[in-house]
């Protein structure tokens, strides 16, 4: 139980950290390319666990309909919202970018309403009320803020969060028991092969690499891009998409709390207090939503 936990908590701090070196990145990678590059490595990095995998479960999935499945959660998870949310950075600060992006726990309550006609017990839906607003006071209390005004980079973040929410909602029972390797190797090659048509060679081929570069898009494409999605993919076995979801809202404090690490700052006691008050209703609302949650529903 511990490690699920941990597994869980696990994937907003390496989703900070991703989003803080993809504002580095694009700052000389155009969007569509640094999707591209960003699905191609993943999908690279896959290749030896798919040809030693030896679960026999994963042959009995793959069938045209499992293969649909995984082109549907390739388009709305690794290209549009990959492109969406990467082109956001060109126009607005990372933790910008991740306070949108905490709105991922809403599109799933919406979703839930919608499509499966559950409605979100009080309780649930006050502690992740709550849990929003202390991260927003808790980014508030910094100077990351300082100076906003609407760009075109916050509409491109509210449409990435759309498509990665659908993704998310569907993404279990489309995928069905499939290992991740395998699965995410058809999603990230699946991604790289639709991108590779649309990018500009000559875009890719002007790339001015450092060996500082490369070193950050390997670690913004395997260890902050790769990890989280497998360790995703493996909580969605144990947890309700809502409950995945909602551990996006701890992203902004644990970003800005990268960010003070690297620049050796020491965060205010304030935002320290609203940061773990975010992280007690996080759980909370995830303890009462698995407590109260219909069958079946997200």
Same mark, same amino acid.
């Given at each position: ?18 989003? *803080? @070196?993809?504002?580095?990145? %694009?700052?000389? !990678?155009?969007?569509? =390319?640094?999707?591209? #590059?960003?699905?191609? /490595?993943? +999908? ?44 956001? *950075? @060109?126009?607005?600060?990372? %933790?910008?970018? !991740?306070?949108?992006? =905490?709105?991922?726990? #809403?599109?799933?309550? /919406?979703? +839930? ?186």
């Amino acid at each position: 139980m511990f490690a699920r936990y941990l597994a869980l908590f696990s994937i907003p701090t390496l989703i900070g950290a991703s989003w *803080l @070196l993809g504002g580095t990145l %694009v700052r000389t !990678i155009d969007p569509l =390319t640094l999707s591209f #590059l960003r699905n191609l /490595l993943s +999908a690279t990095a896959l290749i030896p666990f798919v040809l030693t995998s030896t679960k026999k479960e994963d042959m009995r999935l793959a069938s045209l309909s499992w293969f649909t499945g995984q082109i549907f959660l390739t388009i709305t998870g690794r290209v549009l919202y990959y492109y969406f949310a990467t082109r956001s *950075l @060109l126009s607005i600060r990372p %933790v910008e970018s !991740i306070l949108i992006a =905490t709105s991922l726990p #809403l599109y799933l309550m /919406l979703f +839930a309403f919608f499509i499966q006609r559950t409605i979100i017990p009080l309780r649930t839906t006050l502690t992740g009320i709550l849990a929003v607003g202390c991260t927003v006071l808790a980014i508030l209390r910094t100077n990351a803020m300082a100076g906003f005004a609407w760009q075109p980079g916050h509409s491109d973040m509210i449409i990435a969060m759309l498509f990665f929410a659908i993704h998310l909602f569907y993404y279990s029972r489309l995928t069905g028991s499939a290992s991740a390797s395998s699965t995410l190797f058809l999603q990230f090659g699946a991604g790289a092969v639709i991108m590779a048509t649309i990018i500009n060679r000559a875009t890719l081929q002007s790339i001015h690499w450092t060996p500082e570069s490369i070193i950050q898009l390997l670690i913004f494409a395997i260890v902050c891009n790769l990890v989280p999605f497998i360790l995703v993919h493996r909580c969605l076995r144990f947890f309700p998409p809502l409950v995945v979801g909602n551990v996006s809202l701890l992203s902004p404090v644990l970003a800005y709390s990268i960010q003070c690490i690297m620049g050796k700052k020491t965060p205010d006691a304030i935002f320290l207090v609203l940061a773990f008050a975010t992280a007690i209703f996080v759980f909370l609302s995830n303890y009462f939503w698995e407590l109260d949650r219909p069958d079946g529903a997200i």
